[in-house]
């Protein structure tokens, strides 16, 4: 696709919602970054609990704007959420967000903040049942720490006092919330604690890790090992001469009918001059250049030519500005609507894009076309004819496998033109072979390998191909002297360290299980959503 006219697929796939903040606090916790209470993360999600809650006037509930939502009789207030909704969306990681489209965004912030806002309400319900406890000592660090009250370094009662008259909070109030965040923070490295690998399993960890394995593969394509265009006239007739081919004929036809068909398609030449569509004195200056090549095109100047001089699209510069035959739903609206309408050898006028303004010239269009079922019968059967010779071929292939005969193996190999590919060693916790990219299955079947039983005994298949394994000795380690490594080695040998992967196991097992905790709590609550807020924010709809 040339650019400067192909349009992005960029899909926003963020879910950030409260509880990430408190899986990073115990994650990074666990690995000794930052002390247990004076973390910044830890005062990060204190912070965003404020952002929620801190700012809300006392007392606003439902006579401040009615309730959002109601957790187990405690209202969640409008006042609440639409601060809730403000600040995150105030955020650099939502603004980014935002950049994927205004609709999608929206919908996405509304729904995160009406579900932050009612865990919080079911984490202050339910913590106290766990036992775990924060004392006064934890609060007070907790808030002299707190980057909005410190002058120069220092915890400023001042600025405390200003926050909590500006918020119309009393002091217990606010401690409260503290005290509420801390607690659900030492909760979640308790999870972590709890869960943490013991040594045995460390050790276990690390010797299966220490097996390796090594194989020679080789990738049939199952559908086209027997290519159509080697089969022969006399076998297409002798097939379509079989009582029931002319079925078999219309129903491949039925379902393959884009095969034998063409949608509208246009070849064209354009020139782009490039502006931003955000920048008005960028705009109309690229407005007045494409109207001066215009006027240079329709005086007789070469379109090729003038591309290659002043397109601003390197895709397809180079090429006199030449995009050969594509079809709707490819390029930019406005570039695509001009090419499929336009009149064949005219300039356009300046055609504006979000890229800027192209010149468009049309070389051809074809019209949508399709073969019917009588005119490529014959392709059909060429098609149905290889791929039985394909399943035939495969199925004398498992019965070699199947008794261990390796001269009948390589001997089909070398009718194939197929060939062997060594994957290097791996190890038993490989989601993959390497090289081939075979899946689990396969991983396994290597494993199963041997120098006595070198052949795997089934094919592993993976959508419309198959692959063969055979054994291969795990290479002997190198042991020439190496170069000092890079840093990207470096982060790679500690993504391998043994302590390293039990704690990131760990960490996975304490998120899962923090997060069926919360689910849990979700699930058995007694949650209504006001209408509207459910409608605005989509919660409950990808839950």
């Known amino acids: 696709m040339s650019q400067g006219t192909g349009k992005s697929g960029t899909r926003a796939s963020h879910t950030i919602n409260w509880r990430t903040t408190l899986k990073k606090a115990w994650r990074d916790d666990r690995r000794g970054l930052f002390k247990v209470v004076a973390a910044w993360v830890i005062f990060g999600a204190i912070i965003l609990v404020f952002a929620f809650l801190g700012m809300t006037p006392h007392h606003a509930g439902i006579t401040a704007g009615g309730a959002a939502a109601v957790v187990n009789g405690e209202i969640v207030s409008q006042v609440e959420y639409t601060q809730a909704v403000e600040s995150m969306g105030k955020e650099q990681r939502f603004q980014q967000l935002q950049q994927f489209g205004g609709d999608f965004a929206q919908q996405m912030i509304r729904q995160q903040a009406i579900r932050a806002l009612i865990d919080q309400k079911l984490l202050g319900q339910n913590i106290g049942k766990t036992g775990i406890m924060s004392s006064d000592a934890h609060v007070r660090e907790a808030i002299s720490e707190i980057p909005a009250f410190q002058e120069q370094g220092k915890f400023s009662a001042t600025r405390y006092m200003g926050y909590l008259e500006a918020s119309r909070q009393d002091a217990g109030e606010f401690e409260n919330k503290v005290r509420q965040q801390i607690t659900t923070n030492r909760m979640a490295r308790t999870f972590a604690s709890a869960l943490r690998p013991i040594p045995l399993e460390r050790e276990l960890m690390q010797n299966v890790e220490n097996r390796k394995a090594n194989a ?49 398609r246009a070849k064209v030449r354009h020139i782009l001059i490039r502006a931003d569509r955000k920048d008005e004195k960028a705009v109309e200056a690229a407005r007045v250049e494409a109207e001066k090549v215009v006027a240079q095109l329709k005086g007789g100047a070469d379109f090729a030519t003038v591309a290659k001089e002043k397109s601003a699209d390197p895709g ?47 070389e051809d269009r074809k019209a949508a076309s399709s073969r019917t079922q009588e005119e490529v019968s014959e392709e059909i059967a060429e098609i149905l004819v290889a791929q039985e010779k394909s399943r035939e071929a495969l199925a004398e292939l498992q019965k070699a496998m199947a ?17 062997w590919k060594e994957t290097g060693a791996f190890a038993i916790t490989a989601d993959a072979l ?28 993976q959508g419309g191909q198959a692959y063969l394994l055979k054994y291969k000795a795990v290479p002997a380690q190198a042991t020439a002297l190496k170069k000092p490594k890079s840093e990207s080695e470096k982060m790679a040998d500690l993504q391998n360290n043994p302590e390293f992967v039990s704690e990131t196991q760990a960490a996975r097992r304490a998120d899962e299980a923090f997060g069926q905790w919360i689910d849990a709590l979700r699930k058995a609550a007694k949650i209504s959503v006001n209408q509207e807020v459910g409608k605005a924010s989509g919660y409950g709809q990808n839950e």
Do not use: C, W
């Open 434 to 461: 390497p090289v081939v990219g075979a899946g689990e299955q396969a991983v396994t079947i290597a494993f199963q390998l041997s120098a006595e039983k070198p052949l795997a005994k089934e094919l592993v298949r």
């Open 403 to 419: 008794a261990g005969d390796m001269t009948a193996v390589q001997n089909f190999m070398t009718a194939h033109r197929l060939t």
């Open 216 to 264: 020679d593969v080789a990738t049939i394509p199952t559908e086209t090992l027997v290519l159509p265009e080697t089969i022969a006239a006399a076998e297409v007739k002798a097939f379509l001469d079989k009582s029931d081919s002319k079925g078999r004929v219309k129903a491949y036809y039925d379902t393959h009918k884009e095969k034998f068909s063409q949608p509208e």
């Open 316 to 362: 397809s510069a180079k090429n006199g500005g030449l995009i050969d035959y594509f079809t709707r739903g490819s390029m930019v609206p406005e570039f695509e609507n001009y090419s499929f309408t336009g009149k064949v050898g005219e300039v356009s006028a300046p055609v504006q894009t979000d890229f800027g303004f192209h010149i468009i010239k049309i």
